[in-house]
């Protein structure tokens, strides 16, 4: 089956990340690390956490006082750390 595909007007950066991708070695991992990806851009998309702020009114800024927002930009920032290292 022949398949012919539109080039989308795509940035470089796009481009290396959909190469990345499709270079990983084992579908396990390509199927996690889409599942993953699918969940981080949510995460960007919507930005807040879904529980309730201090305030009792669910979360709606990343900069909040809410823990778990929080801890997600933490590990966020560490994992960009250890890419620079890597």
């Given at each position: 089956m022949s398949?012919?595909?539109?080039?989308?007007?795509?940035?470089?950066?796009?481009?290396?990340?959909?190469?990345?991708?499709r270079s990983l070695p084992d579908a396990a991992l390509r199927d996690r690390m889409q599942t993953s990806?699918?969940?981080?851009?949510?995460f960007f998309r919507t930005p807040r956490c879904q529980g309730m702020g201090i305030e009792g009114f669910p979360c709606g800024d990343p900069r909040s006082s809410c823990e778990d927002c929080h801890q997600i930009w933490d590990m966020l920032d560490r994992v960009a750390e250890r890419s620079k290292k890597a």
């Open positions: 398949q012919t595909i539109d080039r989308p007007e795509l940035s470089p950066a796009e481009w290396k990340l959909i190469q990345d991708l990806l699918g969940e981080l851009l949510f």
